[in-house]
């Protein structure tokens, strides 16, 4: 079992709507969540950090994480052409090192 | 500088060959990680510099892959002989902190064996 599963996609939505991404993790005593954006040929960028259960609002990104399911989502509202991109979830392990989920590729449909 | 800066950015080498990669970190970034991201593929751990001393390196799929980071800032990734399995992209990402907080990633280095 990977450290980090995620829905496997690729996710197509229409313009305007919500996007909604899920990521669970194996390790019980992960304790920071995150989540990053990677274009096509780019690099990976921090979008999202979560620390505590509950849910995180940042713009149109809202983040939710449930550590007794070992579960983080992202929601991504008002979807737009930009936001197109595969999305990885990252988990920490051992207390310094980040563990990647395959990543959900998202296709916001104009 | 300003962001992590990685070279070269694309690297093609014949099977059998030696290639090094370089990542220079963040100014002042305590901690270093190489990563290999295949296509398709989430990024996978490699390496885990604090400083200069290498703390973990259990992601290294062989002993062909070498990275040291002598004085604790610029890393270099070696790898020999290179294998067809080993293209890829290699992420440098370094972290201000030891334990906590975001990884800012480079551009990262393509590597295609042929």
């Known amino acids: 079992q990977k450290e980090v599963e995620q829905n496997s996609g690729p996710l197509s939505v229409p313009e305007g709507a919500i996007a909604s991404l899920n990521c669970t993790y194996s390790?019980?005593?992960?304790?920071?969540f995150f989540w990053y954006r990677q274009y096509s040929g780019k690099s990976p960028e921090l979008i999202m950090s979560?620390?505590?259960?509950g849910d995180k609002e940042d713009g149109r990104f809202t983040a939710q994480l449930n550590k007794a399911s070992q579960y983080v989502s992202l929601l991504i509202r008002d979807s737009q052409p930009s936001d197109s991109a595969t999305y990885l979830c990252a988990v920490d392990v051992n207390d310094y090192k980040l563990s990647f989920g395959a990543g959900t590729t998202v296709t916001v449909r104009a | 500088g300003a962001g992590v800066s990685q070279s070269p950015r694309y690297k093609v080498a014949k099977r059998g060959q030696d290639v090094a990669l370089r990542c220079d970190p963040i100014?002042?970034?305590?901690?270093l990680f190489w990563y290999q991201q295949a296509l398709g593929q989430g990024p996978e751990f490699l390496t885990y510099f604090q400083n200069e001393a290498q703390l973990d390196k259990s992601g290294l799929p062989s002993d062909r892959f070498f990275a040291e980071r002598p004085e604790g800032s610029v890393s270099t990734l070696k790898i020999q002989r290179t294998q067809q399995e080993d293209s890829a992209v290699y992420l440098c990402a370094s972290r201000g902190l030891a334990n906590t907080g975001e990884l800012f990633f480079g551009e990262g280095s393509r590597l295609t064996v042929l």
């Open positions: 979560i620390y505590s259960n």
């Open positions: 100014s002042g970034h305590v901690s």
């Open positions: 390790d019980r005593v992960s304790q920071s």
